[in-house]
């Protein structure tokens, strides 16, 4: 049953669960929750609240797991935040945390209803260590830019200088071979243009050859279109001549615009090389680069200040909303320590002392405190850290003291007391089974134990037995009627065949 309400608490699925190999296993729970305000709980995960809510958790055989709550797909993460509001398991590695300072501080938050401080003050420290890391985080960027400021203005302000445009290394190197081979290129465009308009040029022999063409055009449709052909060959190779003379115009041999060409391409060359790339164009992106980190250095303290203001007055909060924390905190030592104290002689120690002490660290997301609980058992020693004083029996009923206050502060369905007596006999079960019994008042409480003197104090019993009788063994849990309760109960008393006064003994606890 606990394995199966761990599952419900979102505890890891083991495929050794399952009972067929080939078919999922299904656990599931109904909680009656009306009495307990967790409206806001169920609309802060976005699940569908109903006042009886339905758990389901389903393993299939290759070990996959799905969470469901009222019939709605959840993640594990949210099947733990819902179920551990809906229901508490106590087992005996629990008690072994009874010695745990984030235990004990709980304990100290649960009986001061400290639940809304705390909210507000983990609101308050994430804001401020979100804040804090972004601060640092600048910082140590701003600090690493501060060290390159200088080398970073240098290589800027020698880009911006060099007044890049993109494309201009292939212009410039165009403008180089034309430089270099100016009286060739001239010759050449002139030999053109005199093949083109001389007296037996291209151009004389195309009116020959329109003259002719215009004598005949009219005998035949094909030699008006050759005519119109050679006409636009003559208009084509007007405009030809005219693009050429203009080229060889601009063509001048220049020295000093050579020299010019050459340090430019000098210039362009070296920036690439230094900074390793192969044209302007990224030449050009590493400016934007180093314009965006120089921006970032100039407006870098005014960033810092504004984010340590920030940052102080989300530390003043934190700082404010931890010290009411620590003060409500504070206020519940002596209280709590009586009632637990008191508790305790209830069950047997009559000369426990229990104190409560408190030890501040520097902020954290429980606080600004370290809570320790002393405890002694007995009369004349002081008391000392839970961890190395208490024994087996007095760590059992410590924690079931515990447990006790805990539950008057919170609105718990269902509690789960797994052999929380252990160690514990005669009059001092009977306490606790009082307790139990007033406990049960205000939650469900499921106590699995083997002391007769606490199994009477339940309204209900429910007899766990295997079963042999097929292929393989069937463990069952069955709820008892009236007589077969004091039956059990008289069985846990003398053995498996009770004694008549075994039967009286289990009837008088009954009734208690």
Request: with cysteine; aromatic share 6%.
């Amino acid at each position: 049953m606990l394995g199966a309400l761990g599952l419900l608490l979102g505890n890891r699925a083991d495929t050794k669960v399952l009972w067929e190999d080939e078919e999922k296993c299904i656990t599931e729970a109904e909680f009656e929750i009306s009495a307990y305000k967790l409206k806001s709980v169920f609309e802060a995960n976005d699940v569908d609240y109903d006042d009886r809510t339905l758990i389901r958790r389903e393993i299939t055989a290759s070990g996959k797991s799905r969470a469901f709550i009222n019939d709605t797909p959840v993640t594990l993460e949210t099947l733990r935040r819902i179920s551990s509001r809906l229901m508490d398991i106590h087992s005996q590695h629990e008690t072994l945390e009874l010695g745990n300072s984030g235990f004990q501080l709980e304990l100290v938050d649960s009986f001061a209803a400290n639940e809304k401080m705390q909210a507000e003050y983990v609101g308050a420290w994430t804001q401020f260590k979100a804040l804090k890391e972004k601060f640092d985080r600048l910082a140590a960027e701003g600090k690493a830019l501060a060290e390159e400021s200088d080398f970073i203005r240098f290589q800027l302000d020698e880009l911006v200088k060099a007044d890049l445009t993109d494309g201009e290394l292939e212009r410039l190197e165009s403008d180089l071979r034309i430089q270099e081979n100016a009286e060739d290129i001239k010759t050449r465009f002139n030999t053109i243009m005199a093949a083109l308009e001389g007296e037996q040029s291209a151009a004389s022999i195309l009116a020959q050859a329109k003259i002719q063409l215009q004598a005949i055009a009219s005998v035949s449709h094909s030699y008006q279109q050759l005519l119109e052909r050679l006409t636009g060959l003559k208009v084509e190779l007007g405009d030809l001549v005219k693009e050429i003379e203009h080229e060889e115009s601009k063509v001048e041999f220049d020295p000093g615009n050579l020299e010019k060409v050459n340090e430019r391409l000098d210039l362009l060359n070296r920036l690439q090389q230094k900074h390793r790339v192969k044209s302007v164009s990224e030449l050009i992106s590493i400016q934007k680069d180093l314009e965006e980190k120089a921006g970032k250095i100039t407006n870098l303290d005014s960033q810092l200040a504004d984010l340590e203001k920030q940052l102080g007055t989300a530390g003043k909060t934190m700082l404010s909303k931890a010290e009411a924390l620590s003060k409500s905190r504070s206020k519940v030592f002596t209280p709590l320590s009586k009632q637990i104290a008191q508790l305790l002689k209830e069950l047997g120690m009559p000369e426990a002392q229990v104190q409560i002490s408190s030890q501040e660290i520097p902020p954290g997301p429980t606080g600004k405190d370290k809570v320790e609980v002393f405890f002694s058992a007995n009369k004349g020693i002081s008391p000392r850290p839970l961890a190395s004083v208490a024994s087996g029996g007095e760590f059992s009923r410590l924690m079931f003291a515990v447990k006790y206050v805990m539950a008057e502060r919170t609105a718990m369905p269902t509690l789960v007391l797994d052999e929380i007596d252990t160690g514990v006999s005669g009059e001092i079960a009977i306490g606790v089974g009082k307790l139990m019994k007033e406990m049960s008042g205000r939650h469900q409480l499921i106590s699995i134990t083997h002391l007769p003197q606490i199994a009477a104090k339940g309204d209900a019993h429910y007899f766990v037995f295997k079963d042999n009788s097929s292929h393989k063994t069937v463990t069952t849990v069955r709820k008892l009627e009236k007589t077969e309760r004091v039956e059990e109960i008289a069985k846990m008393i003398s053995g498996a065949k009770p004694t008549a006064s075994a039967i009286e003994n289990a009837k008088e606890l009954i009734s208690r």
